[in-house]
């Protein structure tokens, strides 16, 4: 079992302390069956429409909060309004496309993090997050810029 990404869905939800519900298997099974994949809540509810899953968008949402607290994923907030889930939990960085929405990895050993900041009394650096913003040559640059 030290390689969680080959266990079957109820194994997995199991080894993070999850009861695997039916709805929690069925989420599981979309979110992992692709390999690492960045999600909206919204993303992985038309999937589960379209397989066949009858699943609200709430529960949707609360699944995926449950996996984020239980460390089965982690969540990337790329613009105020645009949150992802990343199946990927491994320390890495990530390429933003704007105007594709689309979220790419970037190996943690292509960035150099250097010159943090000290944290305030009895805190610690938990994880930084690295997002890229893309936009492709030419596209007009709608900030006014």
Do not use: W
């Amino acid at each position: 079992m030290s390689d969680r990404s080959t266990l079957c869905p109820e194994d997995r939800l199991r080894h993070f302390g999850l009861r695997p519900t039916r709805q929690r298997v069925a989420l599981a099974e979309l979110l992992f069956a692709k390999g690492d994949r960045h999600l909206t809540v919204e993303e992985l509810h038309e999937e589960a429409v379209t397989s066949g899953v009858p699943v609200s968008l709430a529960t949707v949402y609360n699944t995926l909060h449950q996996f984020t607290d239980a460390g089965m994923i982690r969540v990337l907030s790329v613009e105020s309004s645009k949150t992802y889930f990343d199946t990927n939990v491994s320390d890495h960085h990530h390429f933003f496309i704007e105007g594709h929405n689309e979220v790419l990895d970037i190996p943690v050993s292509n960035i150099s993090i250097g010159n943090l900041p000290e944290p305030p009394e009895g805190m610690e650096i938990a994880h930084v997050d690295v997002v890229i913003r893309l936009r492709r040559k030419g596209a007009p640059d709608c900030s006014g810029n």
